[in-house]
């Protein structure tokens, strides 16, 4: 029987191809400690705990490698990805989840009625008071008082190139779910929803270049927060 040589091996690794970058496994370094001893072809793949390696990918490896001549057993084994080098690209993202905008503070509590949008608004102006760039998101769905607060019920802001533009007031970039929902009319809103909404508000709201951007969320003690 012909031995499998280790180059044969990596040749046939290398027609699988990773679904997420389209390149081969060898090449993006995730294979480790290949071994070949007789007809026995061992080896680890590096996994993203991330982004899992599909099982179909790992099946075919073993198939197409158990189809070489020579070739009698197959043993894979997943190793976490270790490497440090790849875990620090992907932390960018959470840390700003609003382009533009440096810092969030936000303003919570399990109840209403207990001064929140008060502290918000107060805090928006006295940072915006310090020369800071500042925005304010009512973000209070349940009852969105920072439009009267800042003197602006009833306002409608447009949009440019499909984004909410805050309206400027008294120095600050000012957003309330309040401008988009009817007065006085009943809403129910559930906790899955509140998140969606509140989420999609903060992206969709044309921020700009923010120093800080202060968020009056709705009372609530669970799912419905950020
Ligand atoms: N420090 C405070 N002392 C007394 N009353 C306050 C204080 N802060 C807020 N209030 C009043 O309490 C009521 C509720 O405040 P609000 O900021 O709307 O609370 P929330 O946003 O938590 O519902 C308002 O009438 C407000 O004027
Ligand atoms: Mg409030």
């Keep these: 029987m012909p031995s499998v040589q280790e180059k044969d091996v990596i040749r046939t690794i290398r027609r699988v191809k990773d679904p997420?970058?389209?390149?081969?496994?060898?090449?993006?370094?995730r294979i480790k400690e290949l071994k070949i001893r007789d007809g026995e072809v061992t080896f680890k793949v590096?996994?993203?705990p991330a982004r899992p390696l599909s099982e179909s990918v790992l099946k075919e490896l073993k198939v197409i490698i158990g189809e070489m001549e020579g070739v009698e057993e197959v043993a894979i084994s997943l190793q976490e990805h270790t490497s440090k080098a790849q875990a620090p690209a992907k932390q960018p993202a959470p840390q700003q989840p609003i382009p533009g905008v440096r810092h969030i503070i936000a303003v919570a509590s399990g109840?209403?009625?207990?001064?929140?949008?008060t502290v918000a608004v107060n805090l928006a102006l006295a940072i915006a008071a310090e020369g800071h760039r500042t925005g304010l998101l009512d973000a209070d769905i349940y009852g969105p008082s920072i439009p009267t607060m800042?003197?602006?019920?009833?306002?409608?802001?447009?949009?440019?190139?499909?984004?909410?533009?805050?309206?400027?007031?008294?120095g600050i970039a000012l957003m309330s779910l309040g401008f988009l929902v009817q007065e006085d009319q009943p809403?129910?809103?559930r906790g899955p929803m509140v998140h969606s909404a509140v989420t999609q508000f903060l992206?969709?709201?044309d921020w700009g270049q923010l120093d800080y951007l202060v968020v009056d969320l709705p009372p609530g003690t669970g799912d419905a927060h950020l």
């Design 187 to 189: 809403m129910v809103w």
């Design 46 to 48: 590096l996994v993203d």
């Design 150 to 170: 800042m003197g602006l019920r009833g306002a409608q802001p447009t949009a440019v190139d499909k984004r909410i533009q805050p309206i400027a007031r008294y």
């Design 111 to 117: 109840k209403g009625g207990v001064g929140k949008s």
């Design 20 to 29: 997420d970058s389209d390149k081969d496994l060898i090449s993006l370094g």
């Design 203 to 205: 992206r969709e709201v």
